[in-house]
Nanobody, 121 residues
Framework: QVQLVESGGGLVQTGGSLRLSCAAS????????MGWFRQAPGKERELVAA????????YYVASVKDRFTITRDNTESTVYLQMNSLKPEDTAEYYC??????????????WGQGTQVTISS
């Protein structure tokens, strides 16, 4: 069992930045590939960024490439999502997840409670 707790969401203006954090705890938490998903009202949940358990491989959905950066610190059992040049279309609930496998279709064994990100125009 892995527990995930997100923090760092909020309201920022277009072009601003936010950093989301996800603190993981539980059995073998650092052994999981990790991802950040988001879900906007009326839309399906999508993976925006993923990082493998060693931190050596990353994946980004095209819409966030060159703007978002996912990192992890296994000494702190924490995963981060640095979000720059934010756009109104980035507005969503963001969820941290412990991934079931690396690669598409992305799936998760464990989810955090979510943190709201709102970008004003």
């Amino acid at each position: 069992q892995v527990q995930l707790v997100e923090s760092g969401g909020g309201l920022v203006q277009t072009g601003g930045s936010l950093r989301l954090s996800c603190a993981a705890s539980g059995r073998a938490a650092n052994a999981y590939n990790m991802g950040w998903f988001r879900q906007a009202p009326g839309k399906e949940r999508e993976l925006v960024a993923a990082i493998d358990w060693r931190g050596s491989s990353t994946y980004y959905v095209a819409s966030v490439k060159d703007r978002f950066t996912i990192t992890r610190d296994n000494t702190e059992s924490t995963v981060y999502l640095q979000m720059n040049s934010l756009k109104p279309e980035d507005t969503a609930e963001y969820y941290c997840a412990a991934l079931g496998r690396w690669g598409k279709p992305w799936s998760s064994d464990y989810w955090g409670q979510g943190t709201q990100v709102t970008i004003s125009s």
